[in-house]
């Protein structure tokens, strides 16, 4: 089997982490996260990492052109080996930039897998998301409620609601994703890489879609 060379598209709370984790156990990948990268250029204190850190420190988005080093950085030290990016591109000079990266590198985009899910949905299952502040557990009040209510059943920690999984900041997060994410679903459908898969189904069900198209 080929190596693949996957992104994972999908609003907050469409399920990229879970299906991420099936993907990488299934096709052994490596997993990017723009988050995850920034904060090891950071902690490396690399030149890269400290232009970073001078905007983040000022409260501000770190620039595309620097973002967008740091992915062509570490696809570069990756060589020869399969991974899904998460969370790039985000923008449409991204994804530009990253199909110049790819090409650069004599490799092949395999797909770009969206899960589409309903606004009512993601809100339902973002309100009714409770996180665990010291063990990270996550629960749902509907769908994966802890034994005892409101108690971590790991660490005992009280579950809290994050800021972030609010009503308003979950409207603004949903409506910031739709704003950069058309774009990017338009140019990779002209593409023909473009892989939209129904968000909404079981887990197990939307993972056995996947390696079936990937296979």
Do not use: W
């Amino acid at each position: 089997m080929s190596k693949q060379h996957l992104i994972l598209l999908g609003a907050p709370g469409s399920g990229k982490g879970t299906q991420a984790t099936f993907l990488i156990e299934k096709f052994d990948l490596t997993h990017i996260s723009t988050g995850d990268i920034l904060r090891a250029e950071v902690a490396a204190d690399t030149e890269l990492g400290k232009k970073a850190q001078e905007y983040m420190s000022a409260g501000n988005l770190v620039p595309d052109e620097l973002i967008i080093k740091m992915v062509e950085t570490k696809l570069a030290e990756l060589g020869d080996t399969g991974y899904i990016l998460d969370g790039f591109p985000r923008t449409l000079a991204q994804a530009i930039a990253l199909d110049e990266t790819i090409v650069n590198l004599a490799q092949e985009l395999t797909k770009v897998i969206n899960l589409d899910v309903s606004d009512d949905a993601l809100i339902s299952r973002l309100t009714g998301r409770r996180s665990c502040p010291d063990c990270k557990a996550v629960y749902h009040v509907d769908t994966m409620k802890p034994e005892r209510e409101g108690v971590c059943d790991k660490c005992g920690e009280k579950l809290i609601q994050r800021k972030d999984d609010q009503i308003d900041a979950i409207s603004n997060r949903l409506s910031v994703y739709k704003e950069q994410t058309a774009p990017l679903l338009e140019y990779y459908g002209k593409s023909g890489k473009l892989l939209v898969l129904n968000g909404s189904l079981n887990p197990e069900e939307i993972s056995t879609a996947l390696f079936k198209e990937l296979a």
